[in-house]
T-cell receptor, first 115, second 114 residues
Framework: NAGVMQNPRHLVRRRGQEARLRCSPM?????VYWYRQLPEEGLKFMVY????????ESGMPKERFSAEFPKEGPSILRIQQVVRGDSAAYFC?????????????FGAGTRLSVL | AQTVTQSQPEMSVQEAETVTLSCTYDTSESDYYLFWYKQPPSRQMILVIRQEAYKQQNATENRFSVNFQKAAKSFSLKISDSQLGDAAMYFC???????????FGTGTRLQVTL
């Protein structure tokens, strides 16, 4: 059973470009979470999605950031018009529908570098 | 709002010795879950151990155990017989279970020396 897959592992963008980060949850998992980790800091929650629905986006910046989890295909975190402050590691986690005990399984992350 | 505090930015332990990492949290919930995650240099987040707040018994996973003090809102991680492969960042985290975001502490960097 493959784990949570994130790609790309590294993404370099120039200021003003768009960044698209992809996350394929573990098989059978229908809950996806995105977290951001700034250098030397802990992970901060961004958004929680189920298939075709955003459940909690309380951690998402109000502008330039969006997320989706379509019926088919991976979850996408999209950052428009990137700025240097967006440079960070972005982690995706997934959990099954009948989650027990709040466990979330993490991908290896995407490191975004904005030049 | 829930908060998780790790007051030790860095810790060091000799190989084969025991080390304890501290974590405190603040919540008004009565039912919740606590976790320790390990992040080695590869950046992969690896679940080390989980504690259910309604269980009084401390969780144990091989060389890893916790000291859960619900009244004090304390959740420390003890690593016994430390190994070089234990060197990593360790994050304490909290959530309220089903469909709930994780709240993380700022992490403790553990060094293991020979």
């Amino acid at each position: 059973n493959a784990g949570v897959m994130q790609n790309p592992r590294h993404l370099v963008r120039r200021r003003g470009q768009e960044a698209r980060l992809r996350c394929s949850p573990m098989k059978g998992h229908s809950h996806v979470y995105w977290y951001r980790q700034l250098p030397e800091e802990g992970l901060k929650f961004m958004v929680y999605l189920q298939k075709e629905n955003i459940i909690d986006e309380s951690g998402m910046p109000k502008e330039r950031f969006s997320a989706e989890f379509p019926k088919e295909g991976p979850s996408i975190l999209r950052i428009q018009q990137v700025v240097r402050g967006d440079s960070a590691a972005y982690f995706c986690a997934s959990s099954p529908p009948s989650i027990q005990g709040g466990i979330q399984y993490f991908g290896a992350g995407t490191r975004l570098s904005v030049l | 709002a829930q908060t998780v505090t790790q007051s030790q930015p860095e810790m060091s332990v000799q190989e084969a010795e025991t080390v304890t990492l501290s974590c405190t949290y603040d919540t008004s919930e009565s039912d919740y879950y606590l976790f320790w995650y390990k992040q080695p240099p590869s950046r992969q987040m690896i679940l080390v151990i989980r504690q259910e707040a309604y269980k009084q018994q401390n969780a144990t996973e091989n060389r890893f155990s916790v000291n859960f003090q619900k009244a004090a809102k304390s959740f420390s991680l003890k690593i016994s017989d430390s190994q070089l492969g234990d060197a990593a960042m360790y994050f304490c985290a909290y959530n309220t279970g089903t469909a709930s975001k994780l709240t993380f502490g700022t992490g403790t960097r553990l060094q293991v020396t020979l």
